[in-house]
C-alpha cells in the first residue's frame, strides 16, 4: 500500500459547493503539507501543519480551510469552490528528523465549473 | 521576490547522450534548494538537498550541484526510465515557504 493516500482522486464539481480532499499517511511522519499545482505556475503551498495542534497558512491559503484530524489525517476543505481552484492538489508529509524530505501523495485533480 | 526559474522547459536526449538541467535561484537566504522528480500521474519525488554552495550530491546516473545563484541536475549516460519532470524549489532562511520553479521536462528516447 501507498505510504501516503489522497481521496477522491479525481472530482468534478459546480461552483459554489463544498469539497473536501482527504489524505492519510502511514509513515509516521509528523508534518503534513497541501499543495497546488498549476501549469506554468509550478507547486503552490496552501497549509501546513508541525502536529495535531499546529496548523499554519502557506502563500495561498484564501478560500480553503484544513483540519487535522490524527497525526495520520490531514484534510483540505474548499468552502465555497470557484472555477480558479481548479488544480491538481498534492498532500506531502515529512518528519522532524529529516524535514527537508517530503513524500508526496498521487495527487487529487479537482475540477470546479 | 524569491525567484526560481528552470530552464530549459523542455529537453529531448538520445539515450546516452548526458546533458545537464538548470535551476536558477533568487533569494534573500537561501536555507536549501531541493530537486524532485514527477512522473505523469503522480505526485513529485524527492531526489536531493542542497545547503551551500560547492555542495554536490549523486544518486544513480544524477548529479546536483550548487552555486550562489544556481543549481545544475547532470544527468549522465541517460535511459528512457529517467523520462520525467525534474523540478527545483528554494526554501529561504526563517520561513516554511519554498519557492517551486515549472520544472524542466526531460524526455530519453532509445
Known amino acids: 500500500d501507498a505510504d501516503v493516500t489522497q481521496t477522491p482522486r479525481n472530482r468534478i464539481t459546480k461552483t459554489g459547493k463544498r469539497i473536501m480532499l482527504e489524505c492519510s499517511q502511514t509513515?509516521?511522519?509528523?508534518?503534513m503539507y497541501w499543495y497546488r499545482q498549476d501549469p506554468g505556475l509550478g507547486l503552490r503551498l496552501i497549509y501546513y501543519?508541525?502536529?495535531?495542534?499546529?496548523?499554519n497558512k502557506g502563500e495561498i491559503s484564501d478560500g480553503y480551510s484544513v483540519s487535522r484530524q490524527a497525526q495520520a489525517k490531514f484534510s483540505l476543505s474548499l468552502e465555497s469552490a470557484i472555477p480558479n481552484q481548479t488544480a491538481l492538489y498534492f498532500c506531502?508529509?515529512?518528519?522532524?528528523?529529516?524535514?527537508?524530505?517530503?513524500?508526496f501523495g498521487p495527487g487529487t485533480r479537482l475540477t470546479v465549473l | 521576490e524569491d525567484q526560481v526559474t528552470q530552464s530549459p522547459e523542455a529537453l529531448r536526449l538520445q539515450e546516452g547522450e548526458s546533458s545537464s538541467l538548470n535551476c536558477s535561484y533568487t533569494?534573500?537566504?537561501?536555507?536549501?534548494l531541493f530537486w524532485y522528480r514527477q512522473d505523469p500521474g503522480k505526485g513529485p519525488e524527492f531526489l536531493f538537498t542542497?545547503?551551500?554552495a560547492g555542495e554536490e550530491k549523486e544518486k544513480e546516473r544524477l548529479k546536483a550541484t550548487l552555486t550562489k545563484k544556481e543549481s545544475f541536475l547532470h544527468i549522465t549516460a541517460p535511459k528512457p526510465e529517467d523520462s520525467a519532470t525534474y523540478l527545483c524549489?528554494?526554501?529561504?532562511?526563517?520561513?516554511?515557504?519554498?519557492?517551486f520553479g515549472t520544472g524542466t521536462k526531460l524526455q530519453v528516447i532509445p
Open positions: 542542497l545547503y551551500s
Open positions: 501543519s508541525f502536529d495535531v495542534k499546529d496548523i
Open positions: 509513515k509516521g511522519h509528523d508534518r
Open positions: 506531502a508529509t515529512s518528519d522532524r528528523s529529516d524535514r527537508d524530505t517530503q513524500y
Open positions: 524549489a528554494v526554501q529561504v532562511l526563517g520561513y516554511q515557504k519554498v519557492t
Open positions: 533569494v534573500s537566504g537561501l536555507r536549501g
